[in-house]
């Protein structure tokens, strides 16, 4: 607060003390710019955050359900989206310096924030090279809202195709529960049997759920 006492704006508070004594509200204030007639940009960024439910929830909602709500046109909608991409492309950049089988928690905060918010099961596979470094992702199968068809030649296929040494394997389960089902079990075994005619390691297998996830490797099946 500034010496007469007014309140500092978002944006004076961050160049003062930082980016991180910011509340959320505060932080996607900055982002918003303005407000709507009868509601101060704070106000509304607390309100969205509400009806969102989180602040993971609202960078992540799809362009349409932004749209849908009041005070969020296409500029802000826009802003919203573009922050959630940049978010992905960091952690898509990190992975890609770093041995991703040392640095687990940088890939579940990555495939977090690529699946917990999807409305259907998504199963994406990780291309990594001999040093475990991503070489790329891909969203290979997408299903319904409890389950998602997986073949595994086409799996092997794009491994070819990045000359990949080693995958990741993930998907995400709609529920929110991130306990692996047995078709998970069975499709991870068929997937590693396909992968050792190619000498192609399958290191782990993780299952995004709301804000947790399983690995197989932790668990000891694979």
Known sequence: MEPWGRPLAPREKLKMYGPGVLSDAELLAIFLRTGIPGMHVIQMAEHLLAEFGSLHQLVLAEFSALL???????????????????????????????????????????????????????????????????????????????????????????????????????HNHPSGEAEPSQADRLITEQVIKACQLLDIRVLDHLVIGRGKSVSFAERGWI
Request: proline share 2%; aromatic share 4%.
């Open 68 to 170: 849908a709500h009041k005070g969020l046109g296409n500029a802000k909608s826009a802003q919203i989206s573009a922050v959630s991409e940049l978010a992905r492309r960091c952690y898509g950049s990190h992975m890609a310096r770093e041995d991703a089988m040392l640095n687990p928690l940088i890939t579940e905060q990555y495939l977090q924030n690529l699946l917990s918010h999807r409305e259907r099961e998504v199963f994406v596979v990780l291309f990594l090279d001999n040093q475990h470094r991503v070489i790329r992702h891909q969203e290979m199968f997408t299903g319904t809202i409890n389950s998602v068809e997986v073949h595994p030649r086409e799996i092997l296929r794009e491994a070819m195709k990045a000359n990949a040494a080693a995958l990741i394997l993930a």
